[in-house]
Structures are given as C-alpha cells and as structure tokens.
C-alpha cells in the first residue's frame, strides 16, 4: 500500500532573531515601533491617494497599490515575530506556517512586479512624454496591476503546493524569525526535487523579467537624461524617477543578500539580517522615500488636514 503523505508535525519552533534574553524585550519595542511607522506611513499614502483627485495618475495609482503591498507585507510577518518576542515557546502551528509562506510569497512577488510596472511608467514619463496620457491608460495601468497579481497569485499556489506535498517527520526547529522556504526544505524528510526545480522555474522569472525590464526602462531614461540641454531639466526629470531606483535597490538588494548567497554557518545569520530588511524595513522605507521629496504628497497631506480642520 502506498504511504499517504501527511505532515507528522503539527507545530515548528522558531528559533527568531537571537536567543539572548537581554534583548528579547528591546527588539520587541524596536520592532514594534517600526511595525507601527510602517502601518501609519503606508495607511496616510492610501487615504492621500484615494481621497485626492490630482493623485488620480498612473503613477500615485502604483504608489497607492505599493503601499497596500507593503502594509500586508510587514504583517505576515511581524505580529508574529512581536509575539515571539515575549513568549517562552516560540511556536507556530503547521497551518499558520503554511499560511504564512503562501501570503509571503504573494506580497513579496507582487512587491517585485509592482516595482517593475512603476518602471515602465517612469520610462513613457520620461522617454515618451507626449504619448504618455494616451499609453499609461486606466486600462493598461489595471491589466499592469491585475497582471503583477496573477503572476504573484500563481507563484504562491505553486510555492504552497509543492510545500504540502512535504512531510515533516521529527524535526521542527526553524533556524529564522518566520516560515521562510529554505530552511523549511532543510527539515523536509522526504526528497524536495521537484520542489527545487519549481523554485527554479518560478524564481528565473520572477527575477529575470523585473530585473531586466527595470534595467532596459532606466538605459532609456538616463540616455534621455544625458540628451536633456538644461541642467534643470535633468534635475528635474531626475527627480521624478530618484525615489524609484531608491526603493528598487532596497528591496533587491536585500533580497539577493538573503538568498542569493553560500551555504554557511555564517550565511544563515546574515539572511536574517537580510530578511530583516526586506521584510521590515523596506516596507517602512518606501513611505518616507516617496512622500519626503515629494510635492504632490506634501500638498495634499496638507489639503487633507485644512479640509479635517474646517
């Protein structure tokens, strides 16, 4: 008779950023605060952009689903991580694991392609300024977005049906803060082959489209740049994409630093510090990057406070 493959596991502990005591209680307030600056700083740029007309643009239309992006990002993962922080066991149970790698695995791909979308719209801005209205469309702006949804919304059904198909025997001990794939694979007692070849299928494209889609956009936009007579209009055009490549190379950066590196002792401590980043602090990031330098924020942040007021 053929084995049915169910996972004997039914929690996994996670061993969380360290297990010194003494700092259990900063990192918590640490965190905490930023859990609360990404929440605040996201939820403003959704209420500004929706309650605004002149934010009604192609490019505050991505901004506005970054900010949604990041706000569910950081959650699937610091609530978490805040808890483990004053608890004795730091526990999870096999379902919210399962849960937690599916919407990781969502949020981070749409955050990719996001990012990429955003791209684009830079390089029509820039390169093509006269056809800009009439190709950034509501319509194609939506197909941007519904696209980078699906293609997240297909790389986690992937993600958590290869995971399922794992069985866990003994081992439950996560050497990281929540459910990542790689240490996961590494307490897997039966072969993650296909698996493997499924994260490097779906990983080639989620990395090779962006990366080389962002790549191309910003060859156009600084070789128009370049051709720009007036320094103030190159300061000018740069100005509008500098808050971009900024969050770009945060959030890539970050992420190639977390799984993109060798397999060593050493490593696993410096993933972490690298998930840290992309998982808390970019996410933290990106409002501040975008409303700090920014006018049209600022005016209708202002707007929006002289309306509350009267």
């Known amino acids: 008779m053929h084995s049915v493959n169910v996972s004997l596991v039914t929690k996994f502990i996670l061993i969380g950023l360290t297990d010194q005591p003494e700092l259990q209680m900063p990192l918590f307030f640490l965190f905490l605060a930023m859990y609360l600056v990404t929440v605040l700083g996201n939820l403003c740029l959704i209420i500004l952009t929706m309650m605004n007309s002149h934010l009604h643009t192609p490019m505050y239309f991505f901004l506005f689903n970054l900010s949604f992006i990041d706000l569910c990002y ?8 805040l808890i483990n922080f004053v608890s004795r066991e730091n526990a999870i149970s096999y379902l919210e694991c399962m849960t937690q790698v599916y919407f990781f695995v969502f949020f981070a791909v749409s955050e990719c392609f996001v990012l990429t979308s955003m791209a684009y719209d830079r390089y029509m ?13 509501p319509k194609l702006c939506l197909n ?81 740049i370049i051709h720009i007579s007036s ?39 410096v993933g972490k510090v690298s998930s840290v980043f992309y998982s808390n602090v970019v996410p933290m990031m990106n409002p501040l990057i975008y409303s700090l330098r920014n006018k049209d924020i600022k005016f209708a942040l202002k707007k929006t406070l002289i309306r509350k007021n009267f």
């Open 144 to 224: 941007l977005m519904f696209g980078s949804y699906f293609i997240a919304f297909s790389n986690a059904v992937a993600h958590i049906v290869c995971m399922l198909r794992l069985t866990f025997c003994d081992a439950n001990t996560i050497n990281h803060y929540f459910c990542d794939v790689p240490p996961l694979l590494q307490l897997s007692c039966t072969s993650t082959y296909v698996y493997q070849v499924v994260i490097l299928i779906v990983g080639s494209i989620d990395v090779i489209v962006p990366t080389s889609t962002i790549f191309i956009s910003y060859g156009f936009i600084f070789s128009s």
């Open 74 to 81: 950081c959650s699937v993962f610091t609530p978490q991580m």
């Open 231 to 269: 320094s103030e209009g190159r300061s000018k055009a740069f100005n509008t994409c500098s808050s971009h490549i900024l969050a770009v190379s945060l959030f890539f950066s970050t992420g190639t630093l977390a799984y993109f590196k060798p397999s060593s002792a050493g490593s696993i401590n």
């Open 125 to 137: 801005a820039i390169c093509n300024p006269l056809l800009y209205n009439a190709v950034m469309s």
